[in-house]
């Protein structure tokens, strides 16, 4: 929310500073700052990008489908594989995950919005300027001529001018530095949300394990980003500039490079699989129709994990030769990471232990999570033995591990958070039984994708190569892998057909109404009607237990047993109140990421375009401070605030503080 | 779903589960034609990696049929039949039991957190152990390091034969490194430009090749043979066509090797096809390919008059050329030394044959007598090497092109090169 303000005030210094009205039509998405929203534009473009990094997956199969492959070359090679990489880690992944991230957190914690509405959507679209200039360096300057080619970790110095002359890598570290500013602002904005938002009586311990999962990760992004950038900029001037950070002739020790970039990049490991684990921790009580077993260990593990993965980082550095006892450190402190997500696996299988579970389409996903992140961590363990590694680093074994993390960690697990939130954000289930088929569609390709990498990496393919000798005995798996990775094709491409035969189906019904709590869950976003209001809660809800709004649907009787306290219809919210006062929408976000674009198009190709670039930027921020706070004029606007949640000085004064620690709070 | 439907569910999804671990367990057993593989080693680090990592794949494999058979078993005994679409009103399971709503047990997350971290700290003794004791090389009678070089895209090895790396290399040769069986070899590993990785992996693990440092590594075979490698760290364009070979021979065989190599090249006699060859040989080839007792410095642009060629790979320009040399350096001396070229069985960085029906063949200084020399990739590659790998020649990275020799040139030259024995 922005600052209260006194509506009696009316805000008209210039005519173009007043704020966008209306909340229909496209021109409303652009200027929005409601945070559902901004998570469903989060999701649409992720999605978007998802089938852009495919099909580039798609091409890495054709070209190594048979020996002596030939259906592109190997400086496009090198280009599509950087590029699949970046894309689905930085525009794929983490936006699928803030997609999550701003539609749920303020509705978990039973927020009105995020704590700055104009910032979130700026991170949005600050992201969105990223990605837009990492792809279109695919086809500027002609088709793969200057897309990034030094693989999505950049080694030093081959990521210098003189190794790698295109501007390929001008794109890696411009664009990322954008995603980066949205990465950046939208942690701190979420951080602020959860820990000052909360509702009256939601105490850290009282969040789901969604919430804190998310949280975690925000933090990891606010202090992995700052490192990734510190990166990128030295690269930056480097490449544009001539300096000398990489420079070994200079005196530079390229090993500088892969420090910074691993301690960033392995937090990021758990940037991307944590809010997977959130999801798959929501998705199975509810299930299975049992609290999530163990909720402290599985907060505290995810904890556990937020620490530790600072201190694993040189496990991608085995073979780099840093010394014999770096390498023993990292090597045991990396086997040790493997405990915190061993008790959350554990936990999940405790969760559906004696349940009654339902294998819908979001079970279904979220048992695939533990399944198959069960895989990858094991081959985890085995690249922590560093004397093993230094023969599976750089192999396909490796390539077969964080798939088996990032697709059948993240992704599923995202994947699973689509259908198992559609409704609630939509207001209709996705068709089940095409949600289903997707599924194993997708699992068995998945599988046969990457499974067969194991053994690839383990008989000797080597990461990165374009091509293999018909001689070197690696053509089976690999056209098994080539053949798995169409399959997921067609899942992916099943999972789209469900969103439009569901919406249309939805539609021509009449666009009936699927209720506050379709899957009959636990966490308070399913306590208001579907799809979420604007101002997502009729009036503030007060927290008294972990599972707050299960706990209101459902208490025991005189026997001990569980039954239904009340309907749902009188406990959820209906949205019918429309007298919230709402913080209206801005032009200047989305203004200032075209600023930001078009600086970053300009250190590319001409500093003058920057200098346009920060003309546009530096007036989009005088717009933004200088704009009225708010629009007298704007609907749900009557000068009245019933129902709005409490204002910042009441806020500190609620019961409670806001690190009060408290038990779970079980039925009785 | 029918229940009979459901059976044949269940029924097809074990018969593929079983059936891929079936072809997985054969693909990994039967390892026979993987010249690259990390299953089978041969050299004494590769083995002591093997045994390591083995009983853990082993424990890694329990732990994944315990967790994937819990699934597997929850799934079957707790599943609720009927709908799982739940279109009711407000969800649809409105009159059914609850099971029990169990919290959580911490006698049990302390278990399972204490068992997992006693495993790991059993498995990280025996890491360290291991990790250490590869870092020891074994004494032996040789004295011999090799300082191996990496560049785009091919590798060096200067042979230093008493083992110090201070001092000028006693000869230079590429991409085919030939060890003694049986000893274990110290490596100094460098680059010349950007980062690679040098692995065979039949004997050893990898170790990184980065510019401005030297890091030590060793290699052993316990058997005689020929095992491939291929440079690991992304190195730019070729990076997937820059491969190795290590060639292991008996000491008796490595000895006759050795002494071949370090006796300098013959001049052709006047008038042959050769003694042509060897013209255009200087005009196109020698600013940058070193034949010992044939180039001289003067043709790579430097000074002096050695004729071994160590000034490149020494002192150039100031720089110390085994650490970095910038573009314009890179060029001199940053090709193969091509001064016994006809006893290595392959060129272009490994990626293609030199002789035809050699096959595996050790009698090493008799390779020219044994196989068929492969003259059309040969020819084609002199001809026009970036077409037969990728490369940016323009940039000094990679061969360029020869595409204005006539074919007798090239006729010319591959005789040339064929005297190099």
């Known amino acids: ?668 | 779903m029918s229940s009979r439907v459901k059976k044949l569910a269940w029924l097809s999804s074990l018969l593929v589960v079983s059936g891929s671990a079936a072809l997985i367990a054969v693909a990994i057993v039967v390892d026979k034609n993987h010249p690259l593989s990390t299953l089978s080693p041969v050299g004494r680090q590769g083995r002591e990696i093997a045994e390591l990592i083995n009983p853990i794949f082993i424990v890694a494999g329990v732990v994944f049929f315990l967790v994937q058979g819990a699934v597997l078993a929850l799934w079957l005994r707790y599943r609720v039949s009927g709908s799982d679409t739940g279109d009711g009103e407000y969800g649809y399971y409105e009159d059914e039991e609850f099971p029990e709503q169990v919290h959580g047990n911490n006698r049990l997350e302390i278990a399972w957190t204490l068992v997992p971290t006693a495993l790991l700290a059993v498995i990280s003794v025996f890491t360290l152990i291991a990790l250490f004791a590869l870092d020891d090389v074994e004494a032996s009678d040789e004295d011999l390091v090799v300082t191996v070089v990496g560049q785009q895209w091919w590798w060096e090895y200067q042979y230093h034969l008493d083992g110090d790396t201070t001092t000028p290399p006693d000869f230079v040769t590429a991409n085919e490194l030939v060890i003694p069986v049986g000893v274990d070899i110290p490596l100094d590993i460098k680059s010349r430009d950007v980062i690679h990785s040098f692995w065979i992996p039949k004997l050893n693990g990898k170790k990184d090749a980065v510019p401005g440092r030297s890091h030590d590594w060793v290699i052993q075979s316990e058997q005689t043979g020929r095992f491939r490698g291929q440079c690991t760290e992304f190195c730019g364009l070729s990076h997937g066509y820059m491969k190795m070979v290590a060639v292991v021979l008996t000491a008796e065989e490595f000895a006759e090797w050795r002494d071949n190599q370090m006796t300098p090249a013959e001049m052709p006699q006047g008038g042959t096809a050769a003694a042509s060859g060897r013209e255009i040989f200087a005009q196109q080839c020698a600013s940058c390919h070193v034949v010992n007792g044939i180039t001289s410095p003067a043709d790579r642009g430097g000074e002096g008059t050695e004729p071994d060629g160590w000034d490149v790979y020494g002192e150039f320009n100031g720089a110390d050329a085994g650490v970095y040399l910038d573009i314009d350096t890179l060029v001199a001396g940053a090709a193969p030394n091509l001064t016994h070229l006809m006893t290595r069985s392959t060129f272009a960085g490994s990626i293609f044959d030199l002789y035809l029906g050699a096959g595996e063949h050790l009698g090493y200084l008799d390779l020219p007598a044994s196989g068929t020399l492969n003259r059309g990739e040969l020819e084609a590659w002199i001809y026009n090497a970036p077409e037969r790998k990728p490369a940016d020649a323009d940039n000094f990275r990679g061969m360029p092109s020869r595409t204005g020799l006539s074919p007798k040139d090239i006729d010319d030259l591959v005789a040339f090169l064929s005297t190099l024995d």
């Open chain 1, 1 to 668: 929310m922005t600052a209260v303000q006194s509506p009696r005030i009316a805000h008209r210094p210039l005519g173009v500073f007043t704020r966008p009205q209306g909340s229909e039509g496209w021109r409303s998405w652009l200027f929005t700052v409601d945070h559902k929203r901004i998570g469903i534009m989060y999701g649409a473009a992720a999605l978007f990008f998802f089938i852009v990094g495919g099909v580039e997956a798609l091409f890495i199969r054709l070209q190594l489908a048979t020996p002596n492959g030939s259906v592109i070359g190997a400086g496009t090679y090198n280009g599509v594989f950087t590029i699949h990489g970046v894309t689905m880690v930085f525009l794929v992944v983490m936006p699928m995950a803030a997609a999550f991230a701003n539609y749920l957190l303020p509705l978990q914690v039973g927020a009105r919005d995020v704590a700055f509405p104009r910032l979130n959507a700026f991170s949005f679209w600050c992201f969105l300027a990223g990605g837009v200039l990492l792809t279109s360096s695919m086809f500027i300057g002609g088709w793969f001529q200057n897309v990034p080619d030094g693989g999505w970790f950049n080694y030093a110095p081959n990521s210098g001018v003189l190794f790698s002359p295109s501007k390929g890598i001008d794109f890696y570290a411009v664009g990322l530095q954008i995603t980066g500013i949205a990465s950046l602002v939208s942690a701190i904005n979420l951080i602020a949300t959860v820990l000052n938002m909360r509702t009256k009586g939601m105490s850290l311990f009282r969040m789901p394990v969604l919430t804190w999962m998310l949280l975690i990760t925000q933090f990891l992004l606010l202090f992995a980003i700052p490192v990734i950038t510190v990166a990128l900029f030295l690269l930056m001037f480097d490449r544009l500039w001539d300096s000398n950070f990489f420079n070994v002739a200079a005196g530079a020790d390229p090993l500088l490079w892969q420090h910074l970039f691993w301690i960033f990049g392995h937090p990021e490991v758990y940037i991307l699989i944590l809010p997977a684990f959130g999801i798959v921790s929501e998705i199975i009580p509810t299930f299975s129709r049992k609290p999530i077993f163990g909720y402290h260990f599985m907060v505290a593990s995810g904890i556990a994990i937020g620490f530790m993965g600072w201190g694993v980082w040189a496990h991608h550095m085995f073979t780099s030769g840093m010394g014999p006892l770096s390498v023993a450190a990292f090597s045991v402190s990396t086997m040790f990471i493997a405990v915190p997500t061993g008790v959350k696996i554990l936990n999940w299988l405790a969760t559906m232990y004696r349940g009654r579970l339902r294998f819908t389409t979001p079970m279904l996903y979220a048992v695939g999570v533990v399944s198959m992140f069960t895989i990858g961590g094991l081959s985890g363990v085995t690249h922590a033995i560093a004397p093993s590694d230094t023969q599976q680093t750089d192999t396909y074994y490796i390539v077969a591990h964080f798939h088996y993390v990032i697709f059948g960690g993240a992704l599923l697990g995202l994947f699973g958070g689509f259908y198992f939130w559609w409704p609630k954000a939509f207001g209709y289930k996705l068709n089940e039984a095409w949600g289903k088929a997707s599924f194993w569609v997708m699992l068995i390709g998945f599988n046969f994708t990457f499974g067969p990498m194991h053994i690839l990496g383990l008989q000797g393919m080597s990461r990165r190569i374009p091509t293999y000798r018909a001689d070197e005995g690696f053509a089976f798996w690999n056209m098994v892998a080539s053949i798995g990775a169409f399959v997921i094709a067609i899942g992916v491409a099943m999972f789209l057909w469900n969103v439009y035969a569901s919406t249309r189906k939805w539609r021509r019904a009449g666009r009936p109404d699927v209720g506050p709590d379709p899957w009959d869950a636990r966490g308070l976003e399913w306590m208001t009607a579907s799809p979420t209001p604007e101002h997502n809660f009729d009036s503030d809800i007060e927290v008294q237990k972990l599972d707050e709004f299960w706990h209101r649907k459902y208490g025991r009787d005189e026997t001990g047993r569980v039954v239904r306290a009340a309907p749902t219809s009188q406990i959820a919210h209906d949205g019918s109140n429309t007298s919230v006062h709402l913080p209206s929408p801005s032009y200047w976000p989305i203004v200032l990421s075209a600023g930001i674009l078009l600086v970053g198009y300009g250190l590319i190709f001409n500093l003058w375009l920057a200098a346009a670039g920060v003309a546009l930027l530096v007036g989009a921020i005088y717009g933004w401070s200088l704009e009225p706070p708010d629009d007298p004029d704007a609907a749900g606007h009557h000068g009245d605030h019933a129902g709005e949640l409490p204002a910042a000085d009441e806020a500190e004064g609620r019961a409670g503080s806001p690190l009060e620690l408290e038990e779970a709070q079980s039925v009785d």
